[in-house]
């Protein structure tokens, strides 16, 4: 049967003929993502830099709409926001590893209310195994947040980079199962399929 073969054709898209893009993609993802989690420190340092330019541009791109925008009041609104935006990112490019220790507790905060609201879902689920596995996770949220604020400030050093980096890893390997899911049954080695006795 073809159906299923031509089943994302029908679509608009395959990914038939752009599966080998996709791995290679997914691939390079992958080696990303381990870098970044063999250098966490250098990873860390590197998002609290993006963050700072984005805050910087942030404010400059509202700085240029306020002299844009007509009437005093609309216009002081938006230059006080790109002031306390273009501030913010001149902040954190100026010590990035303060921005980094405040990252990493708001990081601890987002694990920790994550994990109590899963777990409080959880309880009120009917018993089944969806209710065991979303109580799982939210456990180990909450044990991931008592961990690093225990380990606080020294787990700013390499909390963020090690997430960043597991999760470019999750998502490279995530892209080179759809890639290989996708492959057409023509591109499978010909010594796959070749009968024994030949």
Same mark, same amino acid.
């Given at each position: 049967?073809?159906?299923?073969n031509?089943?994302?054709e029908? #679509?608009?898209?395959?990914?038939?003929?752009d599966w080998?893009?996709?791995?290679?993609?997914?691939?390079i993802?992958?080696?990303i993502?381990?870098?970044?989690?063999?250098?966490?420190?250098?990873?860390?340092l590197?998002?609290?830099?993006?963050?700072?330019?984005?805050l910087?541009?942030?404010?400059?791109?509202?700085?240029?709409?306020?002299?844009?925008?007509q009437?005093w009041r609309?216009?002081?609104w938006?230059?006080a926001?790109?002031?306390?935006?273009?501030?913010?990112? &001149?902040a954190?490019?100026?010590?990035?590893?303060?921005?980094?220790?405040?990252?990493?507790?708001?990081l601890?905060?987002?694990?920790?209310v994550?994990g109590v609201?899963e777990?409080?879902?959880?309880?009120?689920?009917?018993?089944?195994t969806?209710?065991t596995?979303?109580?799982v996770?939210?456990?180990?949220?909450?044990? &991931?947040?008592?961990l690093?604020?225990?380990?606080?400030?020294a787990t700013?050093?390499?909390?963020?980079?090690?997430?960043?980096?597991a999760?470019?890893l999750?998502?490279?390997?995530s892209?080179?199962?759809?890639a290989v899911?996708?492959r057409p049954? #023509? #591109?499978v080695?010909?010594?796959a399929t070749k009968?024994?006795?030949a």
């Open positions: 049967m073809t159906t299923s031509h089943s994302n029908s #679509d608009g898209y395959s990914l038939e003929n080998r893009t996709l791995a290679i993609a997914g691939g993802v992958g080696l993502g381990l870098f970044a989690m063999a250098a966490p420190v250098i990873t860390g590197s998002v609290s830099l993006l963050l700072g330019v984005l910087v541009a942030g404010g400059v791109v509202h700085g240029v709409h306020a002299f844009a925008a009437g609309r216009s002081s938006q230059l926001l790109a002031l306390v935006s273009v501030l913010a990112g &001149l954190v490019l100026a010590a990035p590893v303060v921005a980094l220790v405040t990252l990493t507790l708001v601890v905060a987002y694990l920790a994550h609201t777990l409080a879902t959880a309880m009120r689920m009917p018993p089944s969806g209710r596995s979303v109580a996770s939210g456990g180990i949220a909450i044990v &991931l947040a008592g690093l604020w225990v380990g606080f400030p700013a050093a390499w909390a963020i980079g090690l997430l960043v980096g999760n470019l999750v998502s490279g390997l892209m080179l199962t759809v899911a996708a049954i #023509d #591109d080695s010909p010594a009968p024994r006795g």
